[in-house]
């Protein structure tokens, strides 16, 4: 039915419009911090500049599912381009990522639950211990500013991937990356005093580490998990475990697609914008087979994931009393 309504077809006008926006934005961001030089008010481009990166980010994950061109090379061009903007590894992230899509909220196999802050699940939490113990206690309070070093975080992951020699293009990745750090130091150092300058970054990768926490969060957190001994079909395990975001098209853009999770799941190299064409028909589907489709608004899901948060972590608050 998918292939019958063309929804695997590549979309390359929505995809040049969409790359070209998001580099006249990074373009409309980094004059402005140049022209508004040594000032506090740099706080405002920090947070615009990381809405802007994350944008580049969702587009670096298109490529990475091969959704932007028919070729592997081309996607590869695009997602390492992207990569070289946001700061973190493509291949290091693709191959993470097409894990988690394998095995979604599987504790054992999905790289996506295997957060040493967090628990998912009550066995997780019991298993931690020390400091990391004390924060998943409180996980569901410390939730968004935990968030606030995901960019950082990613960062680093890139970093270790490529001394690990845990990606193919070793030279190709250290250089983007060193390019990316270097240059962007270099820029706001020259710009701003170094304690604005601490500030700006601080801003920049904190909000962005919350953008993209905020936008991968409501996928999967707080929906079924997955132990090792459950054989669940490609289907029911897509769809179980996935949650989808309602609303209009502010949200497409918010969230990068990322809102049509259930169907991106089923069809990962479908095409973004084709994803809220797909939402209609797999929903259909679903409820004529009895397969359970999870969909809720943007504030929903977050209470969502933080009520689950709570409850899985209360077995730690309890003990301690």
Not at 103 to 128: M, T
């Amino acid at each position: 039915m998918v292939r019958r309504e063309g929804l695997l077809r590549r979309r390359y006008a929505y995809y040049a419009v969409r790359i070209t926006v998001n580099v006249m934005m990074l373009a409309v961001g980094t004059v402005a911090f140049v022209l508004v030089g040594d000032s506090w008010w740099q706080l405002l481009i920090a947070a615009y500049l990381a809405m802007v990166f994350t944008q580049f980010g969702f587009m670096g994950h298109d490529a990475g599912h091969r959704q932007i061109f028919s070729s592997r090379w081309a996607n590869d061009l695009a997602g390492y381009a992207h990569g070289a903007v946001t700061g973190f590894s493509y291949e290091w992230w693709v191959g993470k990522h097409n894990q988690h899509h394998a095995h979604p909220n599987h504790e054992d196999h999905d790289p996506d639950i295997e957060i040493p802050a967090l628990a998912f699940s009550r066995e997780q939490a019991l298993g931690k211990r020390g400091l990391l113990r004390w924060v998943t206690r409180y996980q569901a309070i410390l939730f968004i500013p935990l968030l606030m070093s995901e960019a950082v975080m990613l960062r680093i992951a890139s970093v270790q991937a490529v001394l690990r020699r845990e990606v193919r293009s070793v030279a190709l990745e250290a250089v983007l990356l060193v390019t990316n750090l270097v240059g962007s130091l270099l820029l706001v150092f020259l710009v701003l005093s170094p304690l604005k300058a601490g500030v700006f970054i601080l801003v920049h990768q904190g909000l962005m580490g919350v953008y993209l926490g905020c936008s991968f969060a409501p996928n999967h957190k707080g929906m079924p998990m997955l132990a090792k001994d459950d054989k669940v079909g490609y289907l029911y395990k897509q769809v179980l475990t996935s949650r989808n975001i309602s609303g209009g098209r502010w949200v497409d853009f918010l969230l990068g697609g990322l809102n049509y999770q259930i169907e991106h799941h089923l069809f990962p190299s479908m095409p973004r914008p084709n994803l809220r064409r797909a939402q209609a028909l797999v929903h259909d589907f679903c409820t004529r087979h009895g397969v359970s489709y999870t969909q809720c608004g943007l504030l929903a899901s977050y209470a969502w994931v933080l009520r689950h948060l709570h409850e899985v972590s209360a077995p730690l608050r309890t003990r301690t009393r």
